[in-house]
């Protein structure tokens, strides 16, 4: 017996329970030993995250692919986990630290991360339940998470192996160094703040004049003592002319070239830049084409570091300029860029200061400005490796949806920097990488290994102890090298890149490995296509020489409902967790389903969420109405036998829907997919079907009645089974009460077959009920657009031949009680006065002369339609002018097309409708 309400609070936790019990999600169940593998590997959210709208959106559309495939009886593994998140976790737990007083490096690195384990253990898997709330069906049991000791066993191979063929490697490069942090950090982990600073307009005396100078333009002032070159564009009229000579570097008195590179742009600035290879990403490149020395003038604080600076003192000039640049050093870099600012000025060489709004990088985890740094660290080579990840999506191999992405993915590739992985933390995987007393490195999975290298080399080149230059080479109780392990750890998304072959069990060859590698489809965010999928593609490609997926589904952004990116600076962020706990996990999900059109970033309002929380209501009222009216399954029902027009109408759009669900989630077509079920289950199935069958369902008992009530029930259970990828705890609370009365289920909803329907459409009765619906739904909408009064009963006269007359006769009451007809009479040519309806190619004319003013309508529609044209014309001008397409945000923007779309959308009804009324003149 159903409640009268379905409240999810009361029902989705038991549901949860009651798959995890029946290990639902469980991969590899007996009856599917031969069945078809389909496996999705999780996008691991951080050990320390909580889920955001955007784990809700990714986890639902991965949940209705897992459903969807499930019921179509293939072994589906999705496979969870978790990552160790690096950065965000060491920050976590030196937070706690620090409440009690403690700094990280108060510990030993060996206690700091026993610190970090006890922390993951005890706060860790939060996220875990909440993707239980949302209903994720990933098999729990296989749980993985970056850190544990397979997936670490697979990072030690992978970054030895590369080692070995030459794919990895230690260089010094600039990186995105965190001030704060002491650790350089991915892209990924920039944020771009606007900025409002000045634009310092520099004069740098040229080499052997008095007077000329070359004038160049700096955000950053303090970086200039590091400056090597200045850089013109070869054909600067301005400046070419001092290509080839030399420029003398203020306050250091260093001599330095003035370059021809394209990198100079003669329309910025002064057309002039300053070259600082050490502090610049793109002044790194000028002084590798132009072998231009490298000057280091930070510490890793971004603290000014000059004395004892060899390469910031060769080539300075002695002197008080260089005395009061040498009193700067230690000092902060913001400190330092004033004062240098002053020394210049108080020396006539500041042409003009310009405020200036630029962005700035910041750390998203620190807040710090991060300052491209020169340091040794480890790289991969990642050129070579994205040549057969580039081959892949190419030929088709794996393919993206939507397929536009795969520029973005070509473009990474195709310009790929060598890969920094080495970070300055300490939770993460330590590289396994052992320095010798002569500094020689010692790559091995084990320390033992190291050792064991150490010997054989140390025997070869004869170094007998104790080693030249060093006072302990071996020790006294081994006689074993003395190694140092390198301290830094692996980048997260190194481990990450493995995912979808480490989490199988890879370095092993297990039977999980076979079955479901390649894995069928990842879905995730535009955001980390570089960052992760290519990263996967590269090492799946090269470690098992097959793609690691067949599809990339990439989804787009979920944002506020007028448009504006959610942030918790805008105050603007929606928990999902709030919404499942007021509407419930189905409205939500099926919500974040229906607005997931590929391409198109979802506005989310929360009274879409409550819309759909309605439409839930819905089901569950379709199904008491069902219940109410003695609708029991019919065990052996066939609906291929079904009699009654109703009944084989229905039938047929079941049949219809099915195939429509099927064949858009087959497309990743989330939103198609969603609405074409939603159509069903409400308008076909309650709207029309429930209400056509009323008559039959409360009129005598007989073989009409019976078979209704059968067909109800049936077609109930395929809307279950259709929804269930979606709406999964309302469906599965449904077929369990609903399984109660009748043949006793085989399954529950979770594991039953998907819809499979054919034969089943039935053109006469579409002639005859698709009538119907397209003639109530005609007269309704006349009624709406022309003011009709809701209780006013209109006539109705038909201008048809025979079978639609004999339709008419059938469905007489049906049709006034469901268009509010005070009569329905047959014509040879519509009255006069009358709105004519084309329906299916016939003519149904309404008679309104008397029930509304004819001419005071028309001239209301007029008007509105002269009023709709203004709007648009409005619209097209803001989208036509220049200046507002290059300010306005993005989301204003998007905003004005869809009021065109609907303005338009608007604009053909009006005109439908003043169409209608000229057969009334």
Known sequence: MLEKTYQPSEVEDRIYQAWEEARAFAAGRPERKGADPYCVVIPPPNVTGSLHMGHALNNTLQDVLC??????????????????????????????????????????????????????????????????????????????????????????????????????????????????????????????????????????????????????????????????????HPENERWKHLIGSHAILPLVGRRIPIVGDDYADPEKGTGAVKITPAHDFNDFDVGRRHSLPIVNVFDNEARLSLRDNDSFLDGAETGADLDAVLALHGKDRFVARKAIVELMEARGLVDKIEPNVHMVPHGDRSGAVIEPYLTDQWYVDAKTLAKQALAAVRDGRTKFVPKNWEKTYFDWLENIEPWCISRQLWWGHQIPAWYGPDGKVFVAETEEEAVSHALAYYAETEAITPMQGHDMALDPKSREPFLLRDEDVLDTWFSSALWPFSTLGWPDETPELKRFYPTSALVTGFDIIFFWVARMMMMGLHFRKEVPFRDVYIHALVRDEKGAKMSKSKGNVIDPLDLITKYGADALRFTLTAMAAQGRDIKLATSRVEGYRNFATKLWNAARFAEFNGAVRVEGFDPKKAKETINRWILGEMEKATAEVTSAIEAYKFNEAAGAAYRFVWNIYCDWYLELSKPVLTGPDGTAKDETRATVTFVMDEILKLLHPFMPFITEELWRVTGEQGPKRETMLVLAPWPTHKGLADDKAEAEIGWIVDLVSAVRSVRSEMNVPAGAQIPLALVAGKDTRERAGRWNEALKRLARLSEISFVDAPPAGSVQLLVRGEIAALPLAGVIDLTAERARLEKELGKIADDISRIDKKLGNADFMARAPEEVVEEQRERREEAKSRRAKVREALERLKGAA
């Open 67 to 232: 459903r969807f495939e499930r019921m179509r009886g293939k072994d589906v593994l999705w496979q969870p986990g978790t990552d160790h998140a690096g950065i965000a976790t060491q920050m976590v737990v030196e937070r706690q630290l620090e409440q009690s007083g403690v700094k990280r490096r108060d510990l030993s690195r060996e206690e700091f991360i026993r610190r970090v384990w006890s922390w993951k253990e005890q706060s860790g898997g939060m996220i875990i339940n909440q993707l239980k709330r949302l209903g994720a069906s990933c098999d729990w049991s296989r749980e993985r998470f970056t850190m544990d000791e397979g997936l670490s066993r697979a990072v030690l191979k992978v970054f030895v192996t590369l080692y070995k063929e030459g794919l990895i490697y230690r260089d010094k490069r600039l990186v995105n160094w965190d001030p704060k942090l002491l650790t350089a950090i991915s892209d990924l982990e920039v944020q771009q703040v606007e900025t409002k600073g000045n634009l310092w307009h520099f004069k740098y005396p040229v080499e052997g004049s008095d007077s000329e100078y070359i004038i160049v333009a700096t955000t950053r002032p303090e970086t200039m003592l590091g400056d090597t070159a200045v850089a013109v």
